[in-house]
Every structure is written in C-alpha cells, then in structure tokens.
T-cell receptor, first 114, second 116 residues
Framework: DTEVTQTPKHLVMGMTNKKSLKCEQH?????MYWYKQKAKKPPELMFV???????INESVPSRFSPECPNSSLLNLHLHALQPEDSALYLC?????????????FGPGTRLTVL | QKEVEQNSGPLSVPEGAIASLNCTYS??????FFWYRQYSGKSPELIMS????GDKEDGRFTAQLNKASQYVSLLIRDSQPSDSATYLC????????????????FGQGTILTVHP
C-alpha cells in the first residue's frame, strides 16, 4: 500500500494565523519530505527528515517549521505567512534517503494565504 | 545552467501514437532517475524509476537511460487521452555525507496532450 495521507486538503489562513499541515504514512518508510509547488512549476524541496532527524533544510524561511513526532508522522507548522506562500504543499516518503529508493507523494494541501 | 531540463513542449500526439519525453541532467554523479505523472490539480504520481543504462519497460511505458550522454527518456506507446498530463523528470543526486544527499531535483515538466 503506497499511500501517504495529508490533512487538511485545503487551508485558508490570514497572515497572522498559526496553522499546521499534517502528513502520515504507514509504509514503514524512514524518510519523509516537504515540498512546495507553485502553479505550472515543479515541486521544490523544503525539508527532508531521515530516521526522524532533519537532514536537509533548503534555506526555508523560519515562518515554516517542520516537526517529525515519530517515523509515521510529519508536520509543517505555519506562522506569519505571506500571500506569496500560497501554493500546493506536498508531503512525500521513501524507504530511506539513499539513491535507489522511490519517493511517493501524498495528495497535497492547497494553501491560500490572505 | 538548469540541473534537469526537459523538452519544452507542450507535446501533442494522436491517440494510439508513441509519445516521447526527453530529459537531460547536468550532475554526472546522479544515480537514479524517475518519471512522475501529474494531472492538473493533483499530486505527482510515480510511474517509472530507472537506475542502470538501457531500457526498462512497464506496460505501455519504457524508460531509457544513457548515463554517458546524461540523458533519460520516457516512451508511452499506444497513447490514450487519459495519458494527458504533465510529466516530470526527477533526478536523485547522491553524494554521501554531502548536503544534497538524497535530494530529488525536478525538471520543469512537459505537458502532454493526447487527442482522439
């Protein structure tokens, strides 16, 4: 079962709000990822967690704060976002963070910042 | 210079034809290559992975890899209207201990339209 779930599907928030995006996988994968995708652009990597530790932060602004409570869950905490942060936020997972592993995406959360 | 480049498209083919999607990459250390399909408003779906030079076939899809030429392609045989989507080429750099370890880099995507 190659399923990654994400909640919520849609989120509208103001620039002063605090919200969280959630991602869950039950495939026993040990690497999880957050990507951001703007319209008509490819996904851009934000963060990588490997064995529940943050291994890559692609110079993402501090208003985005990732958290990996356990090997199945990944959160992205949002605070003081800007309208330009509106995008599709994708979670993905893979067996590990090595070369020869396949990465599977969740359905995404469509975020709108007003 | 872009790290992963795809043929610019959009690409339009008639139903039943072969669609050919191309991708080149700049990092010679890249070790694994993936093709994703993304329908409008949906998330990317993995359709093929390839790690060794040569061809890999899965149903109507064939991925081809030539590491010497830094080139990877996807052929879709007997194209169907349901194949109409954006196809993303992704390359996994693997520099153990480096900051890019495990990073997946995507091309800009090629929009494919299969018309009846």
């Amino acid at each position: 079962d190659t399923e990654v779930t994400q909640t919520p599907k849609h989120l509208v928030m103001g620039m002063t709000n605090k919200k969280s995006l959630k991602c869950e996988q039950h495939m026993g994968h040990r690497a999880m990822y957050w990507y951001k995708q703007k319209a008509k652009k490819p996904p851009e990597l934000m963060f990588v967690y490997s064995y529940e530790k943050l291994s890559i932060n692609e110079s993402v602004p501090s208003r985005f704060s990732p958290e990996c409570p356990n090997s199945s869950l990944l959160n992205l905490h949002l605070h003081a976002l800007q309208p330009e942060d509106s995008a599709l936020y994708l979670c993905a997972s893979s067996q590990g963070a090595g070369a020869y592993v396949e990465q599977f995406f969740g359905p995404g959360t469509r975020l709108t910042v007003l | 210079q872009k790290e992963v480049e795809q043929n610019s498209g959009p690409l339009s083919v008639p139903e039943g034809a072969i669609a050919s999607l191309n991708c080149t990459y700049s990092d010679r250390g890249s070790q694994s290559f993936f093709w994703y399909r993304q329908y409008s408003g949906k998330s990317p779906e993995l359709i093929m992975s390839i790690y060794s030079n040569g061809d890999k076939e899965d149903g109507r899809f064939t991925a081809q890899l030539n590491k010497a030429s830094q080139y990877v392609s996807l052929l879709i045989r007997d194209s169907q209207p349901s194949d109409s989507a954006t196809y993303l080429c992704a390359v996994r750099q693997s520099v153990a201990g480096g900051t890019s370890y495990g990073k997946l880099t995507f091309g800009q995507g090629t929009i494919l339209t299969v018309h009846p």
